[in-house]
């Protein structure tokens, strides 16, 4: 991948530069010799190009609102844009530039395509926090590009997003744009430009009230010291990220081939069948369905069946005139499920031993408001199992009733509780059906929240310790 150029490009909102003289009275020493653009062929070009429209379709970021802001009173610079290389964190000669009124396309376009004047290579991996808009029309953009900066047909551009802004992506941008599932990167993070913000940013106090000249040198002087400092330890650093990195290859390495290998005992054919999808898709992203966005499962939660009996008691009070109750079969439902989880809550808050006052009287509140709702339930209950007393009076041995004074162990008896072959003798129509639709969709949120617990229970733990210290580390 020698014949591979990555380059990251964005905004510096942080630089900005008053409105002070002008470029008559104080010109650059070197225009366009070093990291800043011409400003004369630069300001030409905006000129044509200052009213393009530029429409989100995927994300608002900070980048999209400012660029037609009303923030740039007093100030002949509102931000500064740069394009750096991904891989070594340099700034690109020639790619460093002003931005008058936000980070509108046309800046960001001039200042990309002048960084690749002396590149002559067969593929440039663009990184920019909104590589999914900005690539939109991007070649046709480039028809109104200066002849000296249009790129040779051979050229491709591959677009991508930063790893840090891609989950505030939609979806569908998840997989196209990528660094994890792009060949030939590495594990590039495509924010380097980032980095060098943190440098620049030390001296953005002093360079905002300089005059234009100023500026530039200005700019290009810290541009070029960043450069050069990092060009002295490329050698230390490499070495550094080879002794990590090396190690990691073989443990990941291994990992990969013992899991190839485990899947083709029991999975030839689907190993076979996901190979193909992918390089397909690696051929191109756009004409082929992403192997790696897995299908949401579609799980039906119980709003989704309280909605539905909503609307099916509402036709029938419309078609049938059925008479409208003062509690409807759903939310009767719902509030015995909500007791009897309030009651398992309460159990295992009761097993608590040595409690304090304060939290003998939190216990002591909670099944004096449990047991108001499971006798606001009884009051109703006969309405939707108008047999339910029957049939309990003729149990023998006796069902278990409960103690008002311990209200978690009052058994509460909805349509599941009882044997199947009494449930339709026991309670109204539609009753079980409704019961059963709403403990199915109970049983996919609980599923839904034990997959996500297991998430993160897998990734929080490699989260802390990718990224906390230990105490005295500092």
Wanted: charged share 20%.
């Amino acid at each position: 991948w020698i014949y591979r150029l990555m380059v990251s490009e964005d905004a510096n909102f942080k630089m900005k530069g008053r409105d002070r003289s002008s470029r008559e009275k104080d010109p650059t020493l070197g225009p366009g010799w070093a990291y800043m653009v011409a400003s004369n062929k630069y300001l030409s070009y905006l000129v044509k190009h200052i009213h393009e429209d530029e429409i989100s379709h995927c994300v608002s970021f900070a980048a999209l609102w400012s660029a037609n802001n009303k923030c740039a009173k007093g100030l002949r610079v509102s931000r500064v844009g740069s394009v750096s290389c991904s891989r070594h964190e340099v700034f690109q000669p020639l790619g460093t530039g002003d931005l008058q009124r936000g980070e509108c396309y046309s800046n960001m376009d001039y200042l990309f395509f002048s960084s690749l004047i002396r590149v002559m290579l067969l593929t440039v991996v663009a990184s920019y926090d909104i590589a999914c808009q900005w690539g939109r029309n991007f070649w046709k953009r480039t028809k109104g590009m200066p002849e000296s900066l249009q790129l040779q047909d051979w050229v491709q551009i591959i677009f991508k997003v930063p790893k840090f802004y891609l989950p505030l992506h939609v979806k569908k941008c998840h997989s196209p744009y990528s660094f994890n599932y792009t060949k030939g990167v590495g594990r590039t993070d495509g924010k380097g430009v980032e980095c060098n913000w943190s440098w620049l940013n030390l001296a953005a106090r002093s360079v905002s009230v300089m005059d234009p000249g100023a500026w530039e040198d200005t700019i290009d002087d810290l541009c070029g010291f960043s450069n050069w400092k990092k060009t002295v330890v490329l050698g230390n650093s490499s070495l550094r990220k080879m002794v990590l990195a090396i190690p990691q290859v073989m443990i990941h390495s291994r990992a990969f081939h013992s899991f190839t290998a485990g899947l083709r005992e029991g999975h030839e054919e689907d190993l076979t069948k996901w190979k193909r999808k992918v390089r397909e898709w690696e051929m191109d992203s756009g004409a082929s369905e992403s192997p790696y966005e897995c299908a949401e499962v579609e799980a039906t939660t119980m709003a989704d069946v309280l909605a539905r009996l909503a609307a099916e008691e509402h036709v029938s009070l419309v078609c049938d005139g059925a008479s409208a109750l003062v509690v409807k079969p759903g939310p009767f439902l719902i509030t015995g499920i909500e007791i009897q989880q309030s009651q398992a809550a309460l159990v295992l808050e009761a097993k608590w031993k040595n409690r304090t006052t304060i939290q003998a009287t939190t216990l002591q509140r909670s099944r004096t408001l449990l047991l108001g709702k499971v006798q606001a339930l009884h009051d109703i209950q006969d309405t939707y199992m108008p047999r339910l007393r029957t049939w309990i009076a003729q149990q023998s041995p006796p069902l278990p009733t409960g103690s008002n004074a311990i209200p978690e162990m009052i058994p509460i008896y909805l349509p599941s509780l009882l044997p199947v072959d009494v449930r339709q003798a026991v309670c109204v129509s539609d009753l079980v059906e409704q019961e059963d639709a709403l403990r199915n969709a109970q049983a996919d949120e609980a599923l839904q929240d034990v997959r996500a617990g297991l998430r993160t229970r897998t990734f929080a733990p490699l989260q802390a310790m990718s990224n906390q210290t230990s105490v005295g580390s500092a």
